[in-house]
């Protein structure tokens, strides 16, 4: 029996226009009002459950039977062609590039190939919220938990089928779609981890479970049925139209929400049911609503949102890293995010019409049949095809090439690891008495305190020694490691990865019980989150009047730095003893020196570290020698001034 041909639902491109646009906004402008955009991929999902279940639904009902290879193969069509050339491209691009782009691509490719990016994310521990890593092909999760749909829906259909009734079949699939829910709420609310959540396919599946639920709902009363009617449960064209304005509305609303993701799975799961009304009014007969969503340019850009999604991301990462060397997805340049969007718009319409239309409508192997009459043909299509397998080979060549020297860690890791080593190598050293380092040194100079006439002179600059100083901080503070030994020969460090505030000042506790704290306290712990203003008052407290206490400022790509900068300075304003070391103001202009995360120095960075802390301390100790002379001055001062003119100077 003939295949049934494909219906096209009203209103569908322009939710896919819309859904896109979402998305490469919260990505190519991460500082936008588009604050959860991230939902763009949950209209998608119900957009994929939707349709793909009423594609098979009609099939079973005209032939009675689905044909799962048939089924397969055109999904292949689909996808397969422009995600090759996303891939290959992307990876031979970010081999020219080289650095941390390359780290885990390997991983990435794979993923990709095999359609299980997601999991293989949740087993690396990668983020899909504010990663400090440039990840080239981060976008292509969502792609994952699809075909993952498109391999096992069709097997479980029957079993839907066996119900009777398009409520009960609908019914059915929305408790399923609750039940992906609830679970992804469990996960996160019993400490699962966000990412687990958020890029699991049985935590991730409610939107395409929607679309499903949607779709035995309205089987054989959409457009395309056979008892199609002008009304769905009594709501005529008319209101279709305010309601189906009202979801878009609904859907914009909701990836403005700052925040968003904080709020999984109950943001997404929003956007994915306001999403299944828009689809509902969207594909009424004669819905005004679905005709407005295929005006242009909405449907020209639904029907190539494949390539825009699929692009978008590598091309932002690439000119990004290209601009400035760097990558953050938190803070992507104007001008950047403007150009990989035109350059998104430009590769993707040019690969939906050589590449994906093409192979859709041809097939496989009719389209290497194309290619090889093209090498049988006249000099030009022959140059053509050429050019065509070379260029495949090139970037064929370039991923592999690219896979092959991947980084083991990322420059971020190695420079924090060299801090780590440092240390290890400094407490494996006995450090030097004083004593012993002033007699390495050989004998100071002795240095005139006071004048002929037995005035105090000026005292020289000082420097503060490292066994003056004990330092509690973060992995910026463990990178900066060697930068520190180095100025503060002695010096006590005590720095590890991710540490919190709260942590370091069980720290602060722990060495004040111990009687190991030195003259200046040095704290650097602001990378990670918030000041807790509890936290850092007992680390006050617990450092004591006697004690200089420095607060080292942050700098990160990170929302919360600002806020950090000004808690530190503050406090440092309205607590005596309490001075600043502004690493942040040290480290703006030479943020080349930072690692590809913006966040940990390079060697050289670490001795600006260093030397901020220096220059802190020092300036407090030179303040201490400059007030020691000043009384001493006065007390000269008066003790001449009372003694009678000719009269000996007292002896002092």
Known sequence: MTRPSAPRFAGLDGLRAIAVALVVVYHLFPQSFLRSGFVGVDVFFVISGFLITSLLLREHAATGAVALRSFWVRRARRLLPALAVVVTVSASCAWLLGGDVLLGLGRQVLGAITFSYNWASIATGASYFGSSQPELLRNLWSLALEEQFYVVWPLLLPLFLFVRGR??????????????????????????????????????????????????????????????????????????????????????????????????????????????????????????????????????????????????????????????????????????????????????AASYR???????????????????????????????????????????????????????????????????????????????????????????????????????????????????????????????????????????VDAEVSRSLWAGKEIIDRMAADGALRDYVVVGLGTNGPVDGEALQDIYDRTGRDRTLVLVTAFAPRDWIDGVNRDLTAFAASHPGVIIADWSRAIAGHTDLLAGDEVHPGESGGRIYADTVAGAVDAVENQHAEVRYQVQLIRWAASHALVPSGAPAPQR
């Open 167 to 348: 409520a009960a079949r609908a019914a059915a699939a929305g408790l399923v779609a609750a039940a992906s829910a609830v679970w992804a709420l469990q996960i996160v609310g019993t400490g699962g981890g966000l990412t687990r959540a958020y890029y699991g396919t049985d935590t991730h599946a409610f939107g395409l479970l929607l679309g499903v639920a949607l779709a035995f709902a309205l089987a054989n009363r959409s457009a395309w049925g056979a008892d199609a009617r002008p009304s769905i449960a009594g709501v005529g064209p008319a209101w279709s139209a305010v309601i189906g304005g009202a979801s878009i509305v609904g859907i914009v609303v909701v990836s403005v929400v700052d925040g968003g993701e904080r709020a999984y799975p109950a943001i997404p799961l929003a956007a994915s049911a306001l999403t299944a009304v828009a689809i509902a009014a969207a594909t009424m007969t004669g819905s005004w609503f679905g005709r407005a969503l295929d005006a242009q340019p909405l449907r020209w850009i639904g029907e190539r949102s494949y390539g825009i999604y699929l692009w978008h991301w590598p091309i932002v990462v690439l000119l990004s890293l290209a601009a400035d060397g760097t990558f953050v997805d938190t803070r992507v340049p104007v001008p950047v995010g403007a150009a990989a969007a035109l350059l998104t718009l430009v590769i993707s």
């Open 354 to 492: 050589l590449l994906e239309q093409p192979i859709r409508r041809l097939g496989f192997r009719a389209s290497a049949r194309a290619l090889g009459h093209r090498l049988r043909s006249t000099p030009a299509r022959r140059f053509g095809a050429l050019a065509s397998l070379s260029v495949a080979a090139l970037v064929l060549g370039g991923t592999t090439a690219a896979v092959a020297t991947a980084p083991a860690v990322s420059s971020s890791e190695a420079v924090v690891e060299a801090g780590q080593r440092a240390l290890d190598a400094a407490s494996a050293t006995p450090s030097p008495s004083p004593a012993t380092s002033d007699a390495a040194a050989g004998s100071p100079t002795p240095t005139a305190t006071e004048g002929p006439d037995g005035e105090p002179l000026p005292p020289p600059p000082v420097s503060v020694s490292g066994d003056r100083v004990t330092a509690v901080g973060d992995s910026v503070m463990l990178a900066s490691a060697p930068g520190l030994l180095e100025q503060f020969p002695g010096i006590q």
